[in-house]
């Protein structure tokens, strides 16, 4: 079972930033031995779970949505188990919980039913 504890988010105007933190612990987690899909999504009021995006544990290779593509940038620290989304330039149809989640295996994958663990969900706000 993995874990994954968030952090960070809040109310930030348009055109500010924000980062989020997602810490991954259990003990069947371990990254060296079977590797990891992190990503974020996202989900606004009355909408679908969105995606955001993704990151493997092996490799510096990270994808996005389009439509953060540009704005969003996501990082982990290896050592920590901790994967963040820095979010800037940020815009109102931002607003949603942010969710971080976590897949058993690595490859571009956008679909939430994929992931098999998740994060506990923060808040974003951009307010206009």
Not at 90 to 112: H, S
Request: one cysteine or more.
């Amino acid at each position: 079972q993995v874990q994954l504890q968030q952090s960070g988010g809040g109310l930030v105007q348009a055109g500010g930033s924000l980062r989020l933190s997602c810490q991954a612990s259990g003990p069947t987690f371990d990254p060296s031995v079977d590797d990891r899909t992190m990503a974020w999504f996202r989900q606004a009021p009355g909408q679908e779970r969105e995606f955001v995006s993704g990151i493997f544990w092996s490799s510096n290779d990270p994808y996005y949505s389009d439509s953060v593509k540009g704005r969003f940038t996501i990082s982990k620290d290896y050592f920590k188990n901790t994967v963040y989304l820095r979010m800037t330039d940020l815009k109102p149809e931002d607003t949603a919980v942010y969710y971080c989640a976590c897949r058993r295996g690595i490859g571009r994958v956008i679909q939430g039913a994929q992931f098999h663990y998740w994060g506990q969900g923060t808040q974003v706000t951009v307010s206009s």
